[in-house]
């Protein structure tokens, strides 16, 4: 479809005529009109999207959103994270990100054998207190955090490797 903007020549030219950069019926020769302009309807190509160009390029930009939500970096006065949810957090007195989980309030199952869980007679386990954890890939601990954390991030989805599948 012709963009009604230019009428079609991906360029504007409102200005007056009386240089030689035009032809006779007054319209601006690209490249060498010196005020003539790209359409900002078209971006120049004399051409409006048609409507399923135009509903792909708006799912891409919602796709691009999601993305970058994911990537940044969201205050814990926003929002926490899903129970026992592995995330990257930043603590207050730390430059160095760490890899943490919050735990709510009977909402992560602790042990007999720390120190800190907490025993629930009702339901006959032990309960990780409210907070923050470290988590560690190697040990069995998960330290309590006591540093304040402020910001949180979902961890980045791992790199696909060749021949393998997702779990």
Known sequence: MKCPACNGK?????HSMDDNAHDEA?????????????CP?????????????VKALRDEVIALRKQVEKQRWISVKERLPEGDK?????????KIPIRAFHAEPKGSEGSCEDEISIYDEEADCYW?????????QYEEVNWLV????TH??????????EGETGA
């Open 41 to 53: 309807h078209c971006q120049g190509t004399g051409d409006m999207p048609t409507v399923s160009e």
């Open 10 to 14: 991906g360029y504007t030219d409102q």
């Open 146 to 149: 006591h540093d304040n954390v």
């Open 128 to 136: 990780l207190p409210e907070g923050w954890y470290e988590c560690n």
């Open 26 to 38: 007054g319209n601006c020769n690209p490249g060498f009109c010196p005020v003539q302009e790209q």
């Open 152 to 161: 949180w991030q979902p961890l980045p989805a791992p790199p696909a490797i």
């Open 86 to 94: 592995l995330v990257i957090v930043k603590l207050e007195n730390l």
